[in-house]
Each structure stands twice: as C-alpha cells, then as structure tokens.
C-alpha cells in the first residue's frame, strides 16, 4: 500500500511467517504461514477497521502480539 507501513515476524525454524500492513494506526492486511491460532483477531482487526493506538508500534515490534493488541482496540470500541 502507497505510504503504508509494514511489520514482518519470521521464524525459518519452525516454517512461520507474519506480515502485517498499516494504514495509519489500522491494520489493513496481513500474510501468514504457519500464525493460525489467532486468525480470528487479525480478521476482527481488518474488518473491524479498529484503532490501534500505542498497539500499532508494538506491533511493528513484535507482530506475534497480535491478540493482546486485538483485546485491546476492541475493548476501546
């Protein structure tokens, strides 16, 4: 995406990829092999449109902190 931001996690020993796109502090897409087990919350965050706030830096930290950031922008709303 044109002026977004992205995030990636890889970790080559266990066949897992994250990617996560940006569009100020929304989360407009993601890419995953292998992160299934919070599908749920990157869908909610997406469709949802929410607002990360301070979650957005922590997840260009760490995008494996995907449900702690859902809990949180969702429990804003």
Do not use: T
Not at 21 to 44: M, T, W, Y
């Amino acid at each position: 995406m044109p002026g977004g931001e992205s995030a990636d996690a890889l970790d080559e020993a266990r066949y897992r990829y994250l990617n996560l796109q940006f569009d100020g502090d929304r989360l407009v897409g993601a890419n995953c092999v292998g992160f299934s087990e919070h599908i749920g919350a990157l869908r909610g965050l997406i469709e949802g449109r929410l607002r990360l706030g301070i979650w957005k830096q922590r997840l260009m930290n760490d995008p494996a902190q995907i449900m702690p950031a859902y809990l949180s922008a969702a429990s804003a709303v």
